[in-house]
């Protein structure tokens, strides 16, 4: 299985990389808890149609090796950035779900977008759910805390308890079947205790709102409206208020596992950005020539 090592300190990370060499790339970044597996209802098309998708299982995920360290912003997101010069990677469209999107907003603030032509924020946590000084309207820290007791009191439980509601199973046309809801909660827990505790630590302190507007590549926002793990309000209006060159597409009664609910118009979504991509390089390169 494909490996590389992570720039900052040599941990083992685990990415896969489907479809032609030669196709267009997108690049998935995944939700806490979950490794590459999430993306199936998108990467899988999309590599059948033609584009290549990696998906990189972040530290203490997925089949990537557990640290005690390195689940602060920039060391995810130096990870990240290791992966595509691992691979050398360029044109890349960059798709993060919930706080794989802060990695990929902190990467591109971070390392540039030389490699990167465009972004999808998926379910956003960006740029901050939790009250601070430039949240204000942002959730209780105290709520949170208590929420962060029962975690690690019974991370099972826990998973099993929010399923309902992070699939948003009671809104019309969210069927999710028993067993899909029972694998990705056991996904979630190969997460190790400390990778896990580690990004619901990012998320407890993130505020993402000054970095926005240097993000210089067009970036697409995905949300729900119906995603109680972050608020359209808090999130994805957000994001899309303060990126320059943001589009924002809601989804009517989209949860936050709205990649599995609504995968088939989260693919067309995807297939068309890329597609957009791909028409302003040819442009570009056409008018170089010339």
């Known amino acids: 299985m494909p490996y590389f090592e992570s720039p900052v300190d040599g941990t083992r990370l685990h990415y896969v990389d489907h479809g032609p060499a030669d196709g267009p790339v997108a690049v998935f970044v995944a939700s806490a808890y979950l490794g590459h597996e999430m993306w199936e209802y998108q990467m899988l098309p999309l590599a059948e149609a033609g584009h290549r998708c990696v998906a990189l299982d972040r530290r203490g995920h997925g089949r990537s090796d557990d640290t005690w360290s390195g689940y602060d912003l920039d060391t995810l997101a130096d990870d990240l950035n290791g992966l595509f010069a691992h691979l050398d990677l360029r044109g890349i469209t960059l798709v993060g779900h919930s706080v794989g999107t802060a990695e990929v907003i902190r990467c591109l603030t971070r390392h ?150 609504h995968a088939d118009l989260l693919t067309a979504d995807l297939r068309e950005f890329l597609a957009a991509g791909r028409r302003t390089r040819d442009t570009v390169e056409a008018a170089a020539a010339r």
């Open 112 to 261: 540039g977008s030389a490699r990167v032509d465009r972004v999808a924020l998926v379910a956003g946590v960006s740029p901050g759910l939790v009250r601070s000084p430039g949240i204000p309207d942002g959730v209780d820290p105290a709520a949170v805390r208590a929420d962060e007791e029962l975690f690690r009191r019974d991370r099972a439980a826990w998973f099993t308890a929010f399923a309902d509601d992070f699939f948003a199973v009671r809104q019309p046309g969210n069927d999710v079947s028993p067993a899909y809801v029972r694998h990705m909660i056991d996904r979630c827990l190969v997460a190790t205790p400390r990778a896990a505790t580690g990004i619901r630590a990012v998320v407890a302190t993130l505020d993402l709102t000054a970095e926005l507007p240097a993000l210089d590549v067009p970036v697409l926002v995905v949300h729900g409206t119906h995603d109680t793990s972050a608020p359209l309000a808090l999130t994805g209006r957000r994001l899309a208020k303060f990126v320059p060159d943001a589009t924002l597409k809601v989804y009517e009664n989209g949860g936050h596992g709205l990649f599995a609910t």
